[in-house]
């Protein structure tokens, strides 16, 4: 995945977003990009998808999210706000012409997320290896 991502030289987006949806959609019996997320990121399961169909539908609020990943409202916005929390979706407020207001949310670019998770991962590597190590020092 790494260098479909990385080699994004005038290639549309849309294809990295059918890329990643297959991966948020992967088999539940082998590891993946998504239960990584999970353990390393600490987010809920289906945050993944619902960060791809945030980076495919810009501006959408979490009623039309909550249709299109055909979850509840208050799943869609937990996932969102924690997705907020670590700045990979946006949310932005609108007045509506029949006054009151609404927020709609837009995903943090895939190139700067791939970068995003880069680090995450590395960081969680390093220190699972630190506590192996101490483990082995302790024998």
Not at 77 to 86: K, S
Not at 107 to 136: C, G, K, N, Y
């Amino acid at each position: 995945m790494r260098s479909q991502l990385s080699d994004s030289g005038g290639v549309d987006n849309s294809s990295y977003i059918r890329r990643l949806d297959s991966l948020a959609n992967e088999d539940p019996d082998t590891p993946g990009l998504a239960e990584a997320m999970t353990t390393v990121c600490g987010l809920q399961p289906g945050a993944l998808r619902t960060y791809i169909v945030v980076l495919d539908n810009p501006q959408s609020t979490v009623s039309d999210l909550s249709d299109r990943l055909d979850s509840s409202y208050t799943n869609v916005h937990r996932q969102l706000r924690a997705l907020q929390e670590l700045e990979l979706v946006n949310r932005e407020r609108a007045i509506l012409p029949s006054g009151g207001h609404e927020y709609s949310w837009t995903a943090q670019p895939l190139e700067e997320t791939r970068l995003w998770l880069q680090d995450q991962f590395s960081e969680w590597r390093e220190a699972v290896l630190d506590q192996a190590q101490e483990l082995e020092r302790a024998e």
